[in-house]
Structure formats: structure tokens, C-alpha cells
């Protein structure tokens, strides 16, 4: 159970976090905060920006502040799978037997940066699959547990398109979050000058360590979610696939396929931590309706009319959010519809016991009328 105690001491750390990490990083301050929040839920991270924007800064910026083990991997097209994973080599011992023995590569690491992951091979991007979502690595029949925590910060180029391979579908959607690094405004750009001028090399701090940042997923699982709001989070991640039952207009016009499973434990893995950055002890829709940005833009696929019209999958996001909110969402609607019908069929049920009853007592009025008439002696 979530103490206030567990609670402050999250918000302290988190702050110290985002204090040393902006030593490095000038502004970005929603790509910042997506990196950190994914990494304490304990999932992987995509940075997709042009050259020069600090996506790599920021991953050894994060490596420096965590106090974590950082590897960089520079994927080239010719970066094989044992380039990243490791392989048994032949080696001799002092009576000059051969032997193999295992030597482990840069995926062995609690920080792997993934510079322009979209340059390698597709077999060399299998390599990374288990480790991404197992947290093991087989090499030869043998698996290996990696180090926790464990996460893969990835980084790519989306306008260079020669020497590049596109992730595919089971890659990106082991990325918790793909996150769009813009790049800075006209202020921003000058104080990346000025720092740069002084020193290129990262400043900032160490602000807690890999037992720290385990603790902290661990008191963010624990923050409860009402049932209104999950169901919300789920509805929101079923409202992508245009021929489920939550299908959204928008889904129907727009995508061709929608996003996983794994978007909804992202969602709500990623609300619990962004409710305790706020100092709150339950998700909230608000929670919901802004990571579901980061969350779902990389797991839909898009159809040739939504390629055609020119509309991004974060303007289908924001209509599927506004078709739900107009709903109050679809399942409430659902249930009020049901509602409104178990009224109506109640009505008509006590309509119809108290109809008998309003007739005679009419029936009864008439003779009594008749009688007192006759008393009187009127006709």
C-alpha cells in the first residue's frame, strides 16, 4: 500500500532527476519527461528527430543521472547480430586445451543507446527482440538474464531514408514510447550555444541508482486505478482497430490496423508514474488522454487514405480522444442506453398492473354516484 511517505520522497527524487538532467538538455522539457517517465515504468524508448536536435545527449544525459552502466551501439547496414548480442570464441587454457568460451557484447548493459537504430540489417534488429521484451539474450542454444534495470533508448532519423531499413511491427511495438524531439526555439538555441562553447561533455550529477529506480516502478505499481478510467484506457486502445467493437469513426476511415495489447499495459503502466509526478494517488483520464500520444502513434498503421490526406497519427489520436469524449465514452453510453431501456420497460410493466386497478376504482366512483343520486331522490 502507497504511503504519503512513498509518495514524497517519488516527487523529491523525480525532481533531483529532472534538475540534473537539465544541466545537459536545454528545454525539451515534454521529451524529457516522457524518457524519464518511461524508464521508471521500465519501458524502452524511441527518439525520432533530424541530426543535431540532442537525442544522443540526452540518452548519455539519462545514463549519467541514473549512475547506470551505459553501452552505445552505432548500427550500421554491415552490424551483425553477434556485433550486439556476443559470441563464444575458442580459447586455450594453460595445458593448451580448447575451449569455448562466451565474450558478451554491448547489449549487456542496464542503458543500451541504439544510435540510428533504423540503419541496421533485419537480422541484426531480431537480435534485439528478446533482449527488448524478455530481458534475456540466446546465443547458441544458451540463454543469458540481462542486468535490471534494463532499457533500450533507440534514436532515429526520419527523413534520411538511404542506407535505412523501417523497424519492423514486432520492434516498435516493444518501444514503450515513441517520442518526437522537435527541434528548439530561437531562446533554446542560443543557451545550446552558450553551454556548448564551455563544454561539450555531459555536467550533470548522479540522482539516484538502479536499486533506487526499481524502488520507485515498485511504488508506482501500487498506485491504484478505478475501474472507470481502465476501462477508459482500454476502450481508447480498442477504439484504434476499426473492426473492433469500440471501433471509432475515425479508425474506420483512417487505419488499417490498430494497436496491440501491449499499448494498453503501456498506458496504464506509464499513468501511474505520471500520477505520482503530480502528487496523486490515482490515474486519471487526463493521465490517460496525454500519454496515449507517445503510446500509440508508432503501434497503428495508417491506410492509404489517411497517407493521402496528409493526417499524422496524432491527429487520428486526438479525433478517436474527442469521438470517446463525445461519446462519455462508448461504454457509458452503452450502459445508459441499457439503462434508459430497463427504465422504459419498467414503466410500461407498472402502466400496465396499474391499469385494472385505475378502472375499477372508476367503475367504482360511477356507482357511488348512482347511489347517493338515488338516496337524494335525483335522476
Known sequence: MVEEKDVVKFSEQCKNIFEQVERDVIGQKEVVEGAII??????NVLLEGVPGVGKTRLVRSLGRVFNLPFSRIQFTPDLMPADVTGTNIIV????????????PGPIFSNIILADEINRATPKTQSALLEAMQEHTVTVMGVSRKLNEPFFVLATQNPIEQDGTYPLPEAQMDR????????????DELMQIVDMTQKTMAEVADAACNGEDLLNMRATANQIPVATD?????????SATHPDSECASETAKKYVRLGASPRAGQALISAAKVKALLNGRFNVSYGDVNELAYPVLRHRMKLNFEAIAERVSADDIIKMIIDELGKAKPVYDKTVKEKKDKSADTAAETIAHEEAPAAEAKEESEVDE???????????
Do not use: E, H
Open 38 to 43: 518511461a524508464m521508471i515504468a521500465g519501458g
Open 92 to 103: 586455450k587454457d594453460d595445458k593448451g586445451n580448447s575451449n569455448f568460451d562466451f565474450q
Open 175 to 186: 518501444f514503450m514510447f515513441k517520442i518526437i524531439v522537435k527541434n528548439p526555439s530561437l
Open 229 to 237: 478510467v481502465m476501462r477508459y484506457a482500454m476502450t481508447l486502445c
Open 369 to 379: 354516484g348512482k347511489k347517493k343520486r338515488k338516496l337524494f331522490g335525483r335522476k
